[in-house]
């Protein structure tokens, strides 16, 4: 039985009748397999790596210096430690000074990660950059370029530094733990833990952040994590804070998190695509079986031996698809990642067992949803079907297939993605669009019909045609139209992912800020930036404010300790009109008329600040600036795009409130590389500017953002390839009938440019007519993606509807007058004997 089955299952190929089958299959397997090994791969390497932006593998911050017990349990667990301190001073050479961001670090600092250092001060080259894995020597200092020219400095001058002198012998270009945030109380400078003492800097009360420092096995940074958290806990000592690599650099979660959500929603989309592909090319497999099975029951084989002869071939296809399918997807995983190699570790760690075993449940379940079903009825053929085709088995019922189709595609969408919303939305997403397609589809094909009936000739026949197959029609429809849709979206989906990102980090964003700018420096700023062709964009003010009050009465204490920003000074400002990337969410913006003298002072806040803090709209918020106090009302919320790159605040008044109040200016502009020099000028003349300087950053971010455009390009390139194997199977399905038709034509005196017009026409009808559908269930689907997904407001594609039409019909005609070309050509009565 084993030897038959292995001899007919090569015949089958040999025909071709399973070479569609099997490429479903292994296409399947590919994209699942793919995508597993790259996130299962990338998220093994970004959770060993992210340690580097905390420079340890595990943080304990705190206002205190680290007890000296976590220096012993540390040398318990064989884990490396370090200890740091930051804290603001100031720095003097001369008759200049400054306002200087210090941090402390011993000699084991850093303990995952580097210092990047430089003898260029504000050099891009990377030739002029020296990583180094520890930090500055006793009795040096490394500072941050912008610090030379507001001391008057250079390298190997020294500096004072409280009680202590300190040589300068680096710039610092970057430090892992410093991240994405900049202080804007001055320029860093890096010293080591040993000069604390001779400095005398610290002093009961001062504000310093130590933090101590882990690295080593997981299993003992792990239990000294917890030996730590007992202690605090005994000790009821709420002021230490455990930092993980998980949570150390939070501001760059919501792009990941994007991108992974688009690598989910093309896995998942790909995946259902191919088994829709596999269960349209099964079923035309099992209409080609019909003969085989009445032979064998001629056989004298019984319904049990032929299940089993179908089950020793399934499980030979499923072995051989799933391996193919698990070796493109490695290759393709590969392709994947040369296409973001700069922006990975060189060395990847191996994937684990998760994705190859994805892959290989892939390759059984989508056999046994899609293809089983359509091969189960074969054994109970009768052997008349040898004699009479038109005898054919009833397959399992519509329901059935349905179930159990739909069962397989939510443990395989679960088990891929882990996500039960995405599981259950896609699913459910998938369903209303096959109800609206089918439905559409039925309509229109009643309008194409009264339509062909005026028209007469080809095109009525064509329209007769497809409704006297309304049925099968309406079947292709409906592979066609999910397939044209599901690529519509994921073009929009992709597209707007990419625009979004280059659009936030254009090539002339702006990459600096200015910042404590008086007023009347304002002025001569833009003339010297002017010099050298550079526009600041727009300027604000900000005046410093501790918001003590709401409604009459202190901020609860449970909110306090929540909520920082009840602890600080905040930056106020105030605005005539709405600035730019900001978006009333509730009330009204202020006229411009003078405010009332006996009126509450109207106030705007940003909405998720409100309410974190529990505002609403009417409330009263008391602030202090400088001792003096005033009241403010809540009159708007405003939703900001932060990432922006322009200066945005929490907190806006009208005109005419703060002024009479000490104030500072602060703008952001683009500085290209060759330009970087003017902040050595810019802070020699007004050495109180802070200039922060986000250029790294953002040329980082830009690589990173290439990059991944490269692998979703990849990635969107094989959901296509998913969609071209639907259009094909959906064609391939209805090529018997098709061929019926053609030789009967034939017979009939129909030339061959004829019956080829007609199958052109037919298969244009269905591709437009899928097309049109496909439109609106993308522009629906993308309603739903863009809200939920990418938190943004759904919008009309115009040229959906002209591509979805156009593209449809002459995508669908060309792939069936290709398939069905070389038939036309044959002689009618040798095609009438090919077929059943």
């Not at 698809?321 to 990847?348: E, I, K, R």
Request: with cysteine.
């Amino acid at each position: 039985m084993t030897a038959l089955a292995v001899k007919l299952l090569w015949r089958s190929w040999r025909s071709g009748a399973l070479q569609l089958v099997a490429g479903a299959l292994v296409l399947a397997v590919a994209v699942v397999t793919s995508v597993a090994l790259l996130a299962d791969r990338v998220q093994l390497a970004l959770t060993e790596q992210s340690a580097t932006f905390l420079a340890a593998d595990l943080v304990v911050r705190g206002p205190q210096s680290p007890p000296q017990q976590w220096q012993q349990w540390s040398a318990q667990q064989q884990l490396r430690s370090s200890r740091t301190a930051s804290f603001n001073s100031m720095v003097y050479a001369g008759e200049e000074m400054h306002l200087a961001a210090v941090k402390a670090v011993d000699s084991g600092y850093p303990l995952r990660g580097e210092v990047v250092v430089s003898q260029q001060p504000f050099s891009q080259l990377a030739s002029d950059w020296q990583p180094r894995q520890s930090g500055p020597e006793p009795g040096q200092v490394w500072v941050d370029a912008r610090l030379l020219p507001l001391l008057n400095v250079e390298i190997g001058d020294t500096i004072e530094l409280g009680a202590t002198q300190l040589q300068i012998s680096q710039v610092v270009v970057t430090e892992p733990d410093r991240g994405g945030s900049f202080s804007l109380f001055g320029a860093r400078v890096l010293m080591h833990y040993q000069d604390l003492g001779a400095a005398a800097v610290i002093q009961p009360g001062s504000r310093v952040n130590y933090r101590f420092l882990v690295a080593g096995e997981a299993a003992a940074v792990a239990a000294f994590n917890d030996r730590v958290a007992t202690d605090l806990a005994q000790r009821q000592d709420q002021h230490w804070q455990v930092i993980t690599p998980d949570g150390a650099e939070a501001s760059i979660a919501d792009t990941v998190d994007r991108g992974r959500k688009f690598l989910l929603l093309a896995g998942s989309v790909g995946v259902i695509l191919a088994g829709v592909a596999l269960a349209l090319a099964s079923r035309q497999f099992a209409d080609g079986q019909l003969a085989q099975v009445a032979l064998l029951k001629c056989w004298g084989l019984r319904a049990a031996q032929i299940r089993r002869f179908y089950t020793v071939q399934i499980a030979l296809l499923a072995l051989l698809g799933t391996a193919l399918g698990l070796l493109a997807g490695w290759l393709f995983h590969s392709l994947l990642l040369a296409a973001v190699a700069d922006f990975l570790p060189a060395q990847l760690p191996p994937p684990g067992p998760r994705p190859w075993l994805i892959g290989l449940a892939t390759g059984v379940l989508t056999l046994i949803g899609f293809a089983l079903p359509a091969l189960w009825h074969l054994p109970a053929l009768s052997a008349l079907a040898v004699l009479r085709a038109e005898i054919k088995g009833q397959p399992l019922t519509w329901l059935a297939r349905v179930a159990l189709a739909l069962a397989i595609t939510l443990v395989l969408l679960y088990s891929y993605s882990g996500s039960a919303w995405i599981t259950v939305g896609m699913v459910v997403t998938l369903a209303l669009l096959a109800l609206l397609i089918g439905s559409l589809a039925l309509l229109m094909l009643w309008a194409l019909r009264r339509a062909g009936n005026r028209s007469g000739g080809v095109w009525r026949m064509a329209t007769a045609n497809l409704w006297r197959q309304r049925l099968q029609s309406q079947l292709q429809m409906l592979g066609f139209a999910a397939a044209i849709a599901l690529l519509l979206v994921m073009t929009v989906v992709r597209g707007s992912l990419i625009e979004e990102w280059r659009w936030q980090l254009a090539d002339d964003a702006p990459n600096h800020f200015l910042v404590n700018v008086a007023p009347y420096e304002i002025a001569p700023v833009n003339a010297l930036l002017a010099e050298r062709n550079l526009v600041a964009g727009d300027w604000f003010s900000m005046v410093r404010g501790r918001l003590i009050e709401i409604n009459g009465a202190p901020p609860p204490a449970d909110l306090k300790e929540r909520h920082e920003s009840l602890n600080r000074e905040l930056n106020l400002s105030w605005s005539a009109t709405l600035p730019e990337n900001n978006q009333l969410v509730a009330g009204e913006w202020w006229s411009q008329q003078p405010l009332a003298a006996e009126a509450p002072v109207p106030m705007s806040i940003e909405v998720e600040l409100a309410a974190e803090l529990g505002l609403v709209l009417g409330d009263r918020v008391t602030f202090s600036l400088g001792g003096l106090r005033f009241e403010a009302e809540l009159v708007n919320t405003r939703a900001l795009r932060w990432e922006s790159m322009t200066p945005n605040f929490y907190f806006l008044f009208p005109e005419g409130v703060l002024e009479e109040f000490p104030r500072s200016g602060i703008t952001s502009l683009h500085i290209p590389a060759a330009e970087k020099r003017v902040i050595n000028d810019l802070l020699r003349r007004y050495p109180t500017i802070v200039a922060i300087e986000l250029d790294k950053v953002i040329a980082q971010i830009q690589s990173v953002v290439n990059q991944v455009t490269q692998g979703l390009q990849l990635m969107t390139a094989m959901i296509l390839l998913c969609g071209v194997l639907i259009l094909y199977a959906g064609v391939a399905l209805s090529m018997p009938l098709r061929q019926q038709q053609s030789a009967l034509l034939r017979t009939l005196g129909s030339s061959r440019g004829r019956v080829l017009r007609l199958q052109t026409i037919e298969f244009a009808l269905l591709g437009a007519v899928a097309g049109t559908v496909a439109a609106l269930a993308a522009e629906l689907s993308l309603a739903i993606i863009v809200r939920q997904l990418f938190d943004g407001a759904a919008q009309i594609h115009p040229w959906l509807w002209l591509l979805g039409p156009v593209g449809g019909a002459l995508v669908v005609a060309l792939l069936g007058v290709s398939y069905s070309a070389r038939s036309v050509g044959v002689p009618p009565l040798q095609l009438l004997r090919q077929l059943p």
